[in-house]
């Protein structure tokens, strides 16, 4: 089993050239017609999927609204049940961060220079210089704020990757050879046994998520969840006390858990982002 999380800044490669890489490494891609798909089966409307996706939430949606982590709950519900299936290529939504701590799981950026986005932008769609370079600085604002806000992390921070690919200085057959000779150091047996722990942990905690955020609909605003052989440990804000003590006994409840460490805190003012 083999993961590649594929981030990129707008005009590098487009999402065809993506799918093939992934056909090309005998990987399946997961874009956001997959994704969105799947959203649908999960409740997600094709309007707060367009909300949300990749974007940074708006302040109004931040304070009164649950849905921002409605549908990051759902999202990582979706990527961990792919990921079990079998090898995957996930592409954008923050899944560098969402998979950072699998061994097996190689962390893609793909950059490119200013005129080589722009050149790009123009022939693939059709626009103005200047249009592009407006939707370039637009979109990769989006998917840094987006990544701020679920996961207090810096999009544009290269070390928060595995392999910084240069698409103006490589061609695409390039790109695919060095995406080859990384998997072939981030599938070692040990990496892959590593990687299948973590996992069957963050499947409890998927778990526990669609207990209390899908079926319950519990207010708890910024949920974190970690789970380590059955230990589950809760973080985020509550809304009130009871909100509190009602996703304890639902945790607890599950199969596979043996101990909840509640560590939920009452909200009493109004947070602007994650942490």
Known sequence: MAIITISRE????????????????????????????????????????????????????????????YYLECLKT??????????RVLIGRGTNFIFSDIANCLRVKIVASE???????????????????ELIKSSDKER????????????????????????????LNKMLSTLKAALEIYSTPEREAHGLKVLRDRALARQVGEAI???????????????????????????????????????GELSGVRVVENELKIITHAIPRRR
């Open 10 to 69: 707008m005009g590098s490669v487009s999402s065809e050239h993506i799918k093939w890489f992934s056909d090309s490494l005998g990987m399946v891609f997961i874009g956001k017609e997959a994704i969105n798909e799947r959203m649908e089966e999960k409740g997600v409307s094709s309007e707060m999927f367009r909300q949300y996706d990749e974007k940074k939430p708006g302040f109004i949606y931040n304070l009164f609204h649950g849905e921002p982590d």
């Open 78 to 87: 979706i990527l961990y049940e792919e990921v079990r299936e079998g090898n």
């Open 115 to 133: 005129e080589t986005k722009v050149a790009n932008l123009c022939e693939w769609d059709g626009v103005s210089e200047a249009t592009a370079r």
């Open 144 to 171: 840094a704020g987006y990544c701020l806000f679920h996961f207090n992390r810096d999009w544009y921070a290269h070390h928060e990757y595995d392999l910084v690919i240069n698409a103006s200085r490589l061609s």
């Open 213 to 251: 955020v899908l079926k319950e609909r519990l207010d708890i605003r910024f949920l974190e969840i970690d789970c380590d052989d059955g230990c589950v440990i809760l973080r985020g804000l509550a809304m009130s006390p009871s909100v509190r003590n009602r996703a304890e006994r639902i945790v």
